[in-house]
């Protein structure tokens, strides 16, 4: 066959080109919840589901990626993937009323239906590198990870249980910025988060923040910018307004970039990029580095 003329591996010929060519005829795409393979967004090559799983959701083949779900995240940085996950703040839903096409307490619904989470965060205590940490992780399938009084007031109480254990705070954001269905209330909680990881500081405790794709609006312009170390995956959109809207104001053309990881570190706001399978190592590295001398 021609595939054993030219020294094609045909496992891989197999995998990348006949299965998937089989789907398509029986009427099968490969994203597809059904499916075995996801076909990467930026290089576009078919995956295989158990591959992309294996390697944390990043594509084998370009390093795209993917987003993570948070207790798979927890399950990273963990040692021994052993932690205790913390109840959020519960908050009265719908504390304005608010209805656009649609009402804010049905669209709270579909979004815990969709993901099993109550609100677009999740916390967990445990050990990096044999320390004490608080680690928050925003989940963007959860309303574009939105920030509302429940996700305000869990970062607030996260910043308060890393006081209380005398842990390093951890962040992994994920968000389209303030939540506009709880409005003011929303908003109020930039200052809230602000003032929260300025009382860790007084305490002498490291807040690091890792920027996952994307981090924009509310989110970037409060809490997620006061990191005393700054990481991101790479190729994470982080900014505040959208570059359209930029490029309108300014009546200037935008830099090839603007907004991505790699721009915003080699202008100063980002200190290091991290491949996602590396994050537990350099997290590990930076406790030691920050809170390692209090407990040795």
């Not at 993937?81 to 009323?97: G, L, N, S, W």
């Not at 680690?135 to 970062?155: E, R, W």
């Not at 109480?157 to 992994?172: D, S, T, Y």
Request: proline share 4%; net charge positive.
């Amino acid at each position: 066959m021609w595939f054993i003329n030219s020294g094609a591996d045909p496992v891989s010929w197999l995998k990348d080109f006949v299965t998937p060519k089989i789907k398509a005829m029986i009427g099968s795409s490969p994203n597809d919840e059904s499916s075995a393979w996801t076909k990467c967004p930026s290089c576009e090559k078919l995956i295989y589901n158990a591959e992309l799983t294996e390697n944390y959701m990043v594509c084998n083949n370009c390093n795209h990626h993917f987003p993570l779900a948070s207790k798979e995240r927890f399950n990273m940085v963990f040692d021994d993937q052993k932690y205790v996950e913390i109840p959020i703040v519960k908050i009265k839903d719908d504390p304005i009323k608010f209805r656009d096409t649609k009402k804010y307490q049905d669209r709270l619904k579909d979004a815990r239906q969709a993901t099993g989470a109550q609100d677009a965060i999740l916390v967990a205590s445990g050990n990096i590198g044999n320390l004490p940490a608080i680690v928050f992780s925003m989940n963007f399938s959860f309303m574009g990870g939105s920030m509302g009084l429940a996700v305000g007031k869990t970062i607030s109480m996260a910043a308060e249980m890393a006081i209380k254990n005398n842990a390093a705070l951890i962040g992994f954001t994920a968000s389209g910025g303030a939540r506009m269905q709880e409005g003011m209330l929303s908003l109020m909680q930039m200052p809230a988060t602000i003032a929260s990881l300025c009382n860790l500081k007084e305490h002498g405790l490291p807040y690091i923040n890792v920027f996952t794709h994307p981090t924009t609006g509310g989110v970037l312009a409060s809490f997620a910018m006061l990191g005393d170390i700054h990481i991101a995956e790479p190729n994470a959109l982080i900014g505040f307004a959208g570059a359209r809207v930029i490029e309108k104001t300014i009546k200037h053309k935008l830099p090839e970039g603007f907004q991505r990881s790699e721009f915003l570190k080699a202008h100063g706001m980002i200190d290091i990029i991290v491949h996602r399978c590396k994050i537990s190592e350099v997290l590990r590295g930076v406790l030691g580095y920050t809170i390692g001398g209090s407990y040795h």
